[in-house]
């Protein structure tokens, strides 16, 4: 198994709603990421898990909340969004914090 | 501070002749770099990575890039290109200093294959 599986593929919410969205890897990779992707433009790293500990977090909002339950999960709650947080949001993993990161297929997701 | 820039924002070829998307990058060190590609909607994927072993490296889907430390280049190629290769293509270089793993993308360049 040498996928990365993110749930849910597209979502949309209310600038009020909270939503999560999900994560998943079963190759034993011990660090985690979460980035953001505008249309035409590269990803963005927002968070870096090691370990399930948060090591990295690129100064984001706090309406994006993550969390690493376990080495194989990792979550990014969302709440009061703005439409400007509309993007693709990509889940990676890596075996350590300095091997390659394998990318998930992405949540769309629009705020309206 | 890493960097990478891809040179070119499109590059359009027909079906069958060479592919060559350059990137240069600056590294204060021996760096990590790699090539993703991104078809639309869709998640990266991994084509190559160099990480200070051989400067040829090879890659799925017939992709190679070569490192050149004295050019600080890392151009990816493929000599026949296939309708499929169509995507957005991204030039990674891995920023491991405290040892996590920050990857700074290039800009991306498009490709465009047509009959």
């Known amino acids: 198994d040498t996928e990365v599986t993110q749930t849910p593929k597209h979502l949309v919410m209310g600038m009020t709603n909270k939503k999560s969205l999900k994560c998943e890897q079963h190759m034993g990779h011990r660090a985690m990421y979460w980035y953001k992707q505008k249309a035409k433009k590269p990803p963005e790293l927002m968070f870096v898990?090691?370990?399930?500990?948060?090591?990295i977090n690129e100064s984001v909002p706090s309406r994006f909340s993550p969390e690493c339950p376990n080495s194989s999960l990792l979550n990014l709650h969302l709440h009061a969004l703005q439409p400007e947080d509309s993007a693709l949001y990509l889940c990676?993993?890596?075996?350590?914090?300095?091997?390659?990161?394998?990318f998930g297929q992405g949540t769309r997701l629009t705020v309206v | 501070a890493q960097s990478v820039t891809q040179l070119d924002s499109h590059v359009s070829v027909s079906e069958g002749t060479p592919v060559l998307l350059r990137c240069n990058y600056s590294s204060s060190y021996s760096p990590s770099l790699f090539w993703y590609v991104q078809h639309p909607n869709k998640g990266l994927q991994l084509l190559l990575k160099y990480t200070s072993a051989a400067t040829l490296v090879k890659g799925i889907n017939g992709f190679e890039a070569e490192f050149k430390k004295s050019e600080t280049s890392f151009h990816l190629t493929k000599p026949s290109a296939h309708m499929s290769d169509a995507a957005e293509y991204f030039c990674?270089?891995?920023?491991?200093?405290?040892?996590?793993?920050?990857?700074?993308f290039g800009a991306g360049t498009r490709l465009a294959v047509h009959p």
């Open positions: 990676a993993s890596s075996l350590t914090g300095t091997t390659e990161a394998f």
């Open positions: 990674v270089v891995s920023d491991e200093g405290g040892g996590y793993n920050k990857l700074i």
């Open positions: 898990y090691s370990y399930e500990k948060l090591s």
